[in-house]
């Protein structure tokens, strides 16, 4: 290790700081997990603008200009062209962001929605169950009035609801299923019947394979199709600008 | 007639005059063999130090010590040569030119200014302060490594096509055993004000960024006796092969 020591002793400058503005940190700058990006940048930035400061005040020490005036211009290390591209993808990316939470915000939106449509077709169900009940409570009730007093008194009743009740519950929708088993005079069509009323495709296999005469048919060879003129690929630059 | 003391302080300064001024040239250059993301950061490097030389590609794999005669060529006392393995691998060796000592390094996590969309911007050709980490001073090799560093990185006062200003800082700390390289532009709010400084400055990074992990150390430039040889490197043929037997292991079982 003593030779390690003598190259760093023969390579040190004997020279003013501001020839070389090397700092090097007095403070440790700690970083526990070389794979957390945030600390370990966070650790890197800390230890670079102490240096800043630091180095601000030899620089000025020296008599040096430090800061640039803001009507000092020149070439810079990344050009407008690339500082343009940089900014397109920033805005790139904070659109990207904003969509997303558009779309995050219309799915909840949307779930919300379903809930309320759900609850709205349940509420309109038990409305219905609820009249039907009623209605057959007095249906009962309509029977057992005949039944007691068959003098006539029930068409105070009919009077006091203005509808026909029997009528109403006919009107009620029957399931399809079941009209079909109380039909049951009606027995199923025949199956040419049936093919006949809703159509039968007929066998899908062997439709598109050759049969003996086709291979014999002595047919022109169809007709090449003419190819369009594709349109011509542009150059780079204005492919990109097209974009 | 002035005293004594006084002509010995002149003498003195006489005599550190012209030793004063920082002269150091870099020629940079790589091997063939190189990607596309090596030479950006070639490229990268190229403008961010004006003080460098950029020259051809060197083409030949062992003698490594002809790269002495072509800096002197340049009049360069510095090298930085890129040397690229098997398409996919990059070595950066940092060299004192014609008699060293010089450093091989393997560059990793590379990502170039390019890549890298970052806001950050600086003069082309300012030169930039240098921030070292603590703990280069806490061994032999880091010391002799923040030298080197200082030379190539550190863009002499005075330099042509340099700029009168400082806006930006390269960032070198040693994390992991190895040296991670940041630059920042460095953001004044109000350059006017001579308050509290401190609350006013921000940084910004520019890029590029980089990964050198210290390989080997030699008394020559590129040649000689091994300085120091980092026993925690593991070569990316090793690891390949490696991961390929694993790989064979994995599918035999």
């Known amino acids: 290790m003593g030779a390690l020591e003598a190259y760093t002793e023969h390579l040190k400058l004997s020279l003013p700081w501001i020839e070389t503005m090397a700092i090097t940190a007095e403070k440790e700058y700690p970083i526990p997990d070389p794979d957390d990006d945030l600390k370990r940048e966070l650790a890197f930035y800390t230890q670079a603008l102490d240096a800043v400061s630091e180095g601000k005040a030899q620089v000025k020490k020296a008599g040096v200009a430090f800061t640039r005036p803001d009507d000092y211009f020149a070439e810079m290390v990344k050009s407008d062209d690339h500082m343009q591209r940089i900014r397109r993808e920033l805005m790139k990316e904070s659109l990207a962001i904003k969509a997303s939470e558009d779309a995050k915000r219309q799915r909840e939106l949307k779930k919300i929605g379903k809930k309320v449509q759900v609850e709205k077709i349940r509420e309109r169900q038990q409305q219905k169950t609820k009249a039907l009940d009623q209605i057959s409570q007095l249906k009962r009730k309509r029977q057992n009035m005949s039944m007691a007093d068959d003098d006539g008194g029930s068409g105070a009743y009919d009077d006091l609801f203005d509808v026909d009740v029997e009528d109403n519950v006919d009107d009620v929708p029957i399931k399809r299923s079941m009209k079909g088993k109380r039909a049951d005079s009606k027995s199923k069509p025949t199956r040419t019947q049936r093919d006949k009323k809703y159509g039968f495709g007929g066998p899908k296999r062997n439709s598109r394979s050759n049969t003996f005469e086709s291979t014999h048919e002595m047919r022109e060879k169809p007709k090449s199709r003419i190819i369009g003129k594709k349109s011509k690929r542009l150059g780079k630059s204005r492919r990109h600008q097209k974009a | ?253």
């Open chain 2, 1 to 253: 007639m002035s005293t004594p003391t006084t002509s010995a302080d002149e003498a003195a300064a006489k005599s550190t005059k012209p030793v004063v001024k920082n002269k150091q040239r870099v020629m940079l250059l790589s091997s063939r063999g190189t990607t596309y993301r090596h030479r950006h950061l070639m490229n990268d490097l190229e403008v961010l130090l004006p003080h460098c030389k950029k020259e051809s590609k060197f083409d030949d794999k062992t003698k490594l010590f002809v790269i002495n005669e072509l800096a002197d060529l340049n009049n360069c006392n510095n090298v930085m040569f890129f040397e690229a393995h098997a398409h996919t691998d990059l070595y950066l060796w940092l060299a004192k030119a014609p008699n060293g000592p010089s450093v091989k390094f393997h560059v990793q996590n590379v990502h170039t200014m390019d890549e890298l969309h970052m806001t950050g911007n600086c003069l082309k050709g300012s030169r930039p302060l240098l921030s070292f980490d603590q703990s280069f001073d806490s061994k032999p090799q880091f010391a002799l490594i923040k030298l080197l560093l200082t030379h190539t990185f550190g863009v002499p006062k005075g330099t042509r096509k340099s700029k009168p200003f400082i806006d930006h800082v390269f960032s070198f700390s040693i994390l992991d055993g190895r040296i991670w390289f940041r630059n920042y532009q460095i953001v004044e709010k109000d350059p006017q004000s001579g308050g509290d400084f401190k609350k006013e400055t921000t940084l910004v990074e520019i890029g590029p960024r980089f990964v050198l992990n210290p390989i080997k150390m030699f008394e020559g430039s590129f040649t000689g006796a091994t300085l120091y040889e980092n026993p925690n490197y593991v070569s990316t043929a090793a690891i390949r092969r490696q991961e390929r037997s694993q790989e064979k292991l994995k599918r035999a079982s």
